[in-house]
């Protein structure tokens, strides 16, 4: 019996809960129609009220609106012989022509109330149709009462003609008025109620349903009694803002029903109880005898239970059948005890897995002991990965095998996330992430092949340097995101010209690289000129605009007799650039006379370079780093020191135009001495009153300093370092030296070398633009850096490319795992910085963070404005960006 009453309060649970939900839908619909009803009220008013703007005496009113004698017509007209207590006629400008009130006590006019006349201007949606040509209906509280308002824009008879104005047509409306209306509607049989919201008293139900009712709650239910519910809503005035308080009162039929019916059910369950009572007497002896059967398979049973931690079976070893299992297995892969005693071995082996050959093998050779790793197939049709621990024991008569099972799947699953991250690194390695084209490091490489195989078996290729013309127009005009799209578009239009043995590169920016295997320079020639006729062809459309753009090629024989691939990659570029001077869009292919056009170039930088040097024309940038917890803020300062050149215009220029040469050129270790002796010789003194101030409350300053593999390979330059620290007492707990990942990996001992020799004394290190050389975690071991900054060209894309982010995600934790801070670069926005943040990455840098900006010697402890008062990012960034 205390089952079936289980029963039979669930049942009146659910029935009463789904009778309110029904009711609660029949309420909603039939405040629904109220609300309908309401609307139809305010639109006659609005089809009443057209014959009165399309009409030819306003219309010629509202332009000659100086005569008096039309003005007495108008009140004629409109009062007080017509159904309206105020009329407004206004310009096209919102200006009021006329606008009255009709007192019926007085049967005078009177000005129209102060309230309404505040919202007569033309920026209201009273005075809208000038522009827009609707109509506006519906109701407007005032002080003087709640009013039913028309308003329409001014046309001729005829409905035509250029609208000059508006008219407003009003009349006051009681709640009893609108009850009446409503009501009298033939779609609805309920009963209706309606109050103002001015009403200082209301029923009590009203004043619950008004704080009850909110713009996501825009309509309320309450019982009212047994025999009556009510729903609840606003209705609202022109501007959306509630004005009356409406209820709609329905009659409790579905409830009483559904108590009439609980009545049976109870009846119903009580005849059953009766019969199920017998039964029971009847069944509990067979359950005894039941009991006892089981009771020895129990006892066996209890052994595996025993061991629950871990998933357990039996399977009989000839038929394969499952004999025991426990619970651990059950929810392993989601059978049911009985599902799986219906089931075999078979029926769960996954064919063709790791370890099923060997796994079939031990079983059919009946091993006495073996382990190894299998995936199972789980009641849903996924696949369980697990070590299995089988050992063949006796039970029951027969030979069984007893299987220990620990789920895997976990483990298999991080497994395969670091190998598609290793295959991932070495992808991007390899590859521009933009265009998914090789990118120069592995062009390089193909150019490097394509020179060896012509000395060696003589033939010849062809290497074509391409330069978009107009990029710079698009992507300054549209932004970034357009000029990313129209490279990419540009990849597919490359790859769409040349054939599957050619290897087409992005060089960076809007630059290519195309080699062409075997093909003469006469024949590249063709290719070139087909693959400008395409661009030429090509139409960029971006939202509303359509761009041009073009191409300028220079190509440059590959044989036998080409020099060094630098300077074949330069006179490439050097050919291109030559037929940009050309007047673009063309091809230019380099001649004998040529190859010394590439050294020239760099001749010039080198000739800039060393007077740069001499008159000190290079400059020092900074950009601040933040930390991405908000707490290290209040003590923290942490920039990296950044170079510029200042040409003899005084234009400044960015590294990457004038680095490549100087690399090329051996400039590098001259470039580095200048920037630490002009940076401690400029910075000592603060950095030494810094050091001491955050050593007080216990804060960190560091400042970031880069070097280049020239340097990390010249013998003095330890020396020369030592030297500079000790001049200018500089602590070196305040240095941080960044050197980049290839050139890390390419000078691995010497790197390692330099890092211990200055870690000694306090100095910390960073690894720069990881994820740019590396195609596994491996090396990173043997380097013992502080700091590893993510390559710029994961994070920037991090939002929309799901492998950045996996990427970004794994070299995060395995530098954590290693002990290392990470540092994400091209932080460009706020989206991107909330991203890194739940990735735990440590600190930030980008143009969200700050801007580089030039250094100076700053004036912060000797103001007594220390970074530790700064509570939050934005405000320490601020001040370090002006300043």
Not at 109 to 114: A, D, E, F, K
Not at 321 to 341: R, S
Request: glycine content about 4%; overall charge negative.
């Amino acid at each position: 019996m205390t089952l079936l009453s289980f029963v039979y309060l669930i049942a009146s649970s659910l029935l009463l809960s789904n009778i309110k939900l029904a009711e609660e839908r029949n309420v909603h619909q039939s405040v629904n129609e109220v609300l309908q009803e309401h609307n139809k009220i305010a639109d006659d008013l609005s089809y009443v009220n057209i014959g009165w703007s399309e009409w030819d005496t306003t219309y010629h009113f509202i332009q000659n609106y100086q005569e008096a004698d039309s003005t007495e017509d108008l009140k004629q007209e409109l009062f007080p012989n017509r159904r309206f207590d105020l009329a407004v006629i206004f310009n096209k400008s919102g200006r009021n022509i006329f606008a009255k009130e009709w007192d019926n006590t007085s049967q005078k006019t009177l000005p129209i109330p102060s309230v309404l006349a505040k919202q007569i201007y033309p920026e209201n949606i009273l005075v809208q149709y000038p522009n827009t040509g609707k109509s506006v209906s519906g109701i407007v509280t005032l002080p003087e009462g709640t009013m039913l308002i028309s308003s329409l824009p001014l046309l001729n008879n005829q409905g035509e003609g250029a609208i000059r104005g508006g008219l407003i047509l009003g009349r006051y409306i009681q709640t009893a008025e609108i009850v009446k209306r409503i009501s009298d509607s033939e779609s609805l049989t309920e009963s209706v109620d309606v109050h103002s919201i001015n009403e200082k008293q209301m029923p009590p139900d009203f004043e619950e349903a008004r704080l009850a009712l909110s713009d996501k709650n825009s309509i309320v239910v309450r019982n009212l009694n047994d025999q009556k519910v009510a729903g609840y809503t606003w209705l609202k005035d022109i501007y959306g803002k509630p004005a009356l308080l409406v209820r709609v009162e329905k009659d409790r039929e579905l409830y009483l029903q559904g108590k009439k019916n609980l009545s049976y059910l109870m009846i119903f369950l009580t005849v059953i109880g009766i019969i199920f009572s017998s039964a029971a007497q009847l069944l509990l002896q067979q359950l005894i005898t039941f009991k006892v059967k089981r009771k020895e398979s129990e006892a066996r049973y209890r052994i595996v239970v025993s061991q629950a931690s871990e998933s357990i079976f039996l399977v009989d070893a000839e038929t394969k059948h499952f004999l025991e299992v426990n619970t651990a297995f059950e929810k392993l892969l989601g059978y049911t005890l009985k599902e799986i005693l219906g089931l075999t071995l078979n029926d769960i082996l996954v064919e063709n897995s790791e370890g099923h050959k060997q796994y079939l093998h031990y079983i059919s050779a009946k091993a006495e002991h073996f382990t190894c790793e299998k995936q199972y197939r789980s009641r849903n049709g996924y696949f369980v990965d697990v070590e299995v621990n089988v050992n063949l024991i006796s039970y029951a008569g027969k030979q069984v095998f007893c299987h220990v099972v620990r789920d895997i799947t976990n483990r298999k699953q991080a497994e395969a996330a670091l190998r598609e991250s290793e295959q991932r690194l070495a992808w991007q390695a390899n590859h521009d992430s933009l265009t998914g084209l090789v990118n120069r490091r592995k062009f390089e490489q193909h150019l490097e092949q394509a020179l060896n195989s012509a000395k060696v078996s003589n033939v010849q290729h062809s290497l074509c340097y391409l330069d978009l013309d107009k990029f710079k127009i698009i992507n300054d005009t549209c932004g970034h995101i357009a000029g990313d799209e129209l490279l990419r578009q540009v990849t597919a239009l490359l790859q769409s010209q040349i054939r599957t043995v050619d290897i087409v590169a992005r060089l960076g920016g809007d630059e290519f690289g195309l080699i062409l295997n075997q093909c003469t320079s006469d024949h590249a020639l063709i290719v070139a000129n087909a693959l400008i006729a395409s661009i030429r062809a090509f139409q960029f459309v971006w939202e509303d605009k359509i761009f041009k753009i073009g191409v300028s090629i220079g190509v440059v024989a590959v044989n036998g007799d080409s020099p060094s691939l630098i300077n074949t990659l330069s006179a490439a570029d050097s050919a291109c650039y030559t037929a940009k001077n050309q007047g673009r869009d063309r091809v230019y292919i380099s001649q004998l006379s040529d190859c010394n056009i590439a050294q020239h170039n760099d001749m010039q930088w080198i000739k800039q370079i060393n007077k740069a040097i001499e008159e000190d024309r290079f400059c020092l940038y900074y950009q601040s780093i933040t930390p991405t917890n908000p707490q290290t803020l209040r003590s923290w300062e942490y920039y990296e020191v950044l170079l510029r050149l200042r040409d003899e215009s005084d234009k400044i220029i960015p590294p990457m135009e004038f680095i490549p040469a100087a690399e090329r050129y051996n400039l590098m270790q001259l470039i580095d001495r200048w920037v630490i002796k002009t940076l401690f010789a400029t910075q000592g003194q603060y950095y030494r009153e810094t050091y001491a101030q955050y050593q007080n409350v216990g804060g960190f300053c560091l400042y970031a300093i880069n070097l280049s593999g020239a340097s990390i390979n010249d013998e003095y330059f330890i020396d020369f370092l030592h030297q500079q620290i000790k001049i200018h007492q500089i602590p070196p707990q305040v240095l941080c030296f960044e050197i980049t990942e290839i050139v890390a990996i390419a000078n691995l001992a010497k790197v390692v070398a330099f890092i211990d020799e200055f870690k000694q004394l306090g100095c910390s290190f960073a690894l720069d633009d990881f994820g740019t050389g590396m195609s596994s975690f491996d090396r990173l071991k043997k380097l013992p850096v502080d700091y590893l900054k993510i390559n710029g060209g994961l994070i920037k894309d991090i939002l929309t490319d799901p492998k950045n982010l996996a990427m970004t995600e794994a070299i995060n934790q395995v530098s954590h795992a290693m002990g290392f801070k990470t540092i994400a670069t091209f932080v460009e926005n706020a989206p991107i910085f909330k991203k890194i943040c739940e990735l735990g990455v440590d600190y930030a840098q980008g143009y969200d963070i700050a801007i580089p900006c030039p250094l100076v010697i700053p004036q912060l402890h000797r103001q007594g404005l220390i970074l530790s008062s700064v509570s939050d990012k934005s405000s320490n960034l601020k001040y370090m960006t002006n300043n």
